[in-house]
């Protein structure tokens, strides 16, 4: 019975989400998703766990990479840059399939099982790389920093590039996506700014004092 | 049968933890914890929805305080600052159970159940802190960088302070954490340790061009 199926994973994919989008995603079974691919059922078992699984395919593939871009980043990388240059090497897992992304994350925005499973999918992917930075020599509290940043960076470039009208590629905005988290993390309110703050009945001067350290704790 | 039992939560919460540490989490009901606490389970469940939700019960008064906090935050604060600010408000929440907090946080740790529940409050608390801060007028990208940011660095300053040998308070741990932070985003490896580089036969130059632009995506 276990007879070679040219593609065969291809095909389940592409025949869930079809019907995933026809009918949605509660109201189909594993066997209509086997029918329209024209395989078996069991066919559908060898190659993911349930339906659920068919939309999270990619995702040991990309922490694979990213585990291993991190290793392999040269001697003394800077944490954050480690992992960027990692997610960027997933970047071709992407790229070609903007499409199927853009109804992929439109599927799992709208059922909550889904994005709940798609979050910790990403929290395991942030734990893996901040253990890969780790094994590089960096220190934990920097390790798990770096690496949730670079993950948020992705998954903000990413929802960016999925929307883009214009269609612009997922390096171009992971790029933003990470120059817009340097601003945040360096933007204090500047000090003129500061001086022409409405309400001044609402800002006691200790508010104003722990304005002037930044972020402050 | 409703009668006023004087904190009945407070007693349900410790006999809760006290059965949870004695002979694990998963063998505990909740008939014993009502027991313990001397109260019935009719009252347990005015409380709780279940065992695991008297772990996360502190959950929505910090996500409260958070949206509260950013939404007080003086007009032109940073949105990262914001973010700080209204999680150090929080503080209180945390400062006076550390000894809580270390067995939560232990129980959480060995139960990937109860972890999967404190991952998607952590998110759940991010997103309420973006769509605070797009309320504010910040730009969608930086609200959901500055969020994710901001709960980063709680976690971490978290972690520390209960690890913390010498019992420095949860303040001066989201401080260090924040700092930290600022560190990993513009850490990037200087020239002169980018020119000492090892394994030279590793680095061809269109890495090491990328890495001279610093992250590159």
Redesign the interface.
Known sequence: MARWEPDARGRLVRAAMELYRERGFDRTTVAEIAARAGLTERTFFRHFADKREVLFAGGEALQDLVVEGIAAA????????A???A??SA?PLFEERRVFARQRHALIAAHPELL?RE??KL?SLASAAAAALRDRGVAP??A???A??GV??F???F??WIDDPKERDL?HH??A??D??????????PPH??S????PS??PSS?RT??RR????
């Open positions: 040269p001697p003394r990388t800077a944490a954050l840059d992992v960027a240059e997610l960027r970047v709940e979050v910790m929290t509290t920097a798990s920093l770096a949730e940043a948020a960076v998954k903000a470039g929802e960016r390096a992971m790029r996506a990470l817009e988290l340097r601003s945040v993390v360096l933007d204090q309110a700014a500061r022409r703050r409405s309400s609402r800002a508010r722990s304005a930044g972020a402050g704790f």
